[in-house]
């Protein structure tokens, strides 16, 4: 291979920005050893001032930074551009823009891949350019180069991950310490794991975001964020924390993608998972993503699922594979993957184990009027408890019951139909349980 000497552009030079210009630096000689001399040649921030002096920080020239993107699109020295502004735009023009101009492009935005990611890849491969996105999902775990390369033989059944550290953190410390949801968020935010509105977190979008891409790639059929039923995490209180682990559980936020007879389902939402699984001792801001082929059985992929540095080494690996193909003249050689076209189930149409707790009147024969609410609904019932009083309801008994694997239609008319009761106070809690 003819080494060349590679120039980067980089767009956004925020926390994985300064990453990225750090990694490039302090590691350019091994760079330059693995693949070929890579450098930065030209920075692009809103705020130039800022950016300036955290480039002469980490020992870069001030004069390589400007808040004019055709610096970069005009100069024909570089042939990779890195994208790290975040959100669709002005991101999306900026890459189409690179592509169009012929530039490879490398980006960890996962909202654009997420909704507008096919339309870019096709450009890139009408183009003959890289378009790559390893920072999208999971940070620093190379889980898009193992579905897409290393797993490629396989047949993927199931994809089953932890892929937003927030969330994670927040349950870790829920169930480690006892707190409540607002106590452990607050802490949260106060260390720097959760935005001061942290919605897209604790309600699951940034987690589906990454879903729809992992399903795209793993099920080669194109899934936008939107196809990604969602449930967050801001309704799991202390106490069925507790009874999962009486249960067996723990209780984790879960992106799930399955294909079935060619179709997909695509979904994050908070799940009981059994203390033996893999994924239940992932804890903290950590990621992990479980993934079930044909032929490989199940794998794990775990590690920092955030972070400057983390970030970074996924962008750099994605601009060091870039600038490797251009040395041998195969830009474009890993196209698009969604060939196919299936249809996304709706959530109606899932199927799973529920993990249901109630708050009832304390009466003989709310039991049985309760249960025959599921029965009638094909809700086959495989745990019934009777736990302690309420204590916001005196006289209100806590019932917590499991169900077999049963159609979710079901269950949402079985418990609307329980709700109609005189007997049902309120439905404190609906968890999905997951079995693998």
Do not use: W
Request: aromatic share 6%.
């Amino acid at each position: 291979m003819e080494k060349k000497d590679i120039k980067v552009g980089l767009v956004g030079l925020g926390t994985v920005g300064l990453g990225v210009a750090k990694v490039l630096s302090s590691n350019s000689d091994l760079i330059a050893k693995r693949v070929t001399p890579i450098s930065l040649k030209r920075i692009v921030d809103k705020n130039v001032t800022v950016a300036k002096e955290k480039a002469v920080e980490i020992g870069y020239s001030a004069d390589i930074v400007t808040d004019d993107f055709n610096d970069i699109l005009n100069d024909a020295e570089i042939s990779v551009v890195v994208e790290l502004i975040g959100g669709i735009h002005p991101a999306y023009e900026f890459i189409k823009s690179a592509l169009l101009a012929g530039k490879n492009v490398v980006t960890a935005n996962k909202d654009l891949m997420a909704s507008l990611g096919g339309e870019l890849l096709h450009i890139a491969e009408e183009q003959g350019r890289d378009l790559m996105f390893e920072a999208s999902v999971a940070g620093g775990i190379p889980i898009l180069h193992a579905l897409k390369e290393c797993l490629s033989g396989n047949k993927i059944q199931k994809i089953m991950g932890i892929v937003n550290g927030t969330t994670n953190f927040i349950l870790t410390q829920m169930s480690q310490t006892g707190a409540d949801f607002a106590s452990c968020l607050a802490e949260a935010q106060e260390l720097g794991y959760a935005e001061a509105d942290p919605t897209n977190d604790i309600e699951g979008f940034d987690a589906a975001r990454k879903v729809a891409i992992l399903a795209s790639i793993a099920f080669n059929s194109r899934v936008i964020d939107t196809d990604v039923y969602v449930e967050g995490i801001s309704n799991i209180q202390d106490i069925d924390i507790k009874y999962a682990r009486e249960l067996g559980y723990g209780i984790k936020m879960l992106g799930i993608a399955k294909e079935d007879n060619g179709e997909i389902e695509a979904r994050v939402h908070p799940a009981l998972i059994p203390l033996q699984h893999p994924l239940a001792s992932v804890n903290d801001s950590f990621n992990a993503v479980f993934v079930t082929g044909d032929a490989v059985g199940d794998t794990m992929f775990y590690g920092r699922g955030a972070g400057e540095l983390p970030t970074a080494s996924a962008v750099v690996g994605d601009i060091m594979e870039s600038a490797r193909n251009i040395c041998q003249e195969v830009t474009g050689r890993i196209a698009c993957t969604c060939f196919e076209d299936k249809r996304i189930k709706h959530m109606d149409e899932t199927i799973s184990k529920y993990y249901i707790r109630l708050a009832v009147m304390d009466d003989p024969g709310v039991l049985s009027r309760i249960t025959k609410a599921f029965g009638d609904n094909k809700v086959s019932l495989s745990s019934v408890m009777q736990k302690g009083h309420n204590n916001k309801q005196g006289d209100a008994a806590q019932i917590v019951l499991i169900t077999h694997t049963v159609l979710e239609a079901n269950v949402q008319k079985a418990l609307k139909e329980a709700q109609a009761l005189d007997c049902l106070y309120e439905i404190k809690s609906l968890i999905r349980v997951e079995k693998r």
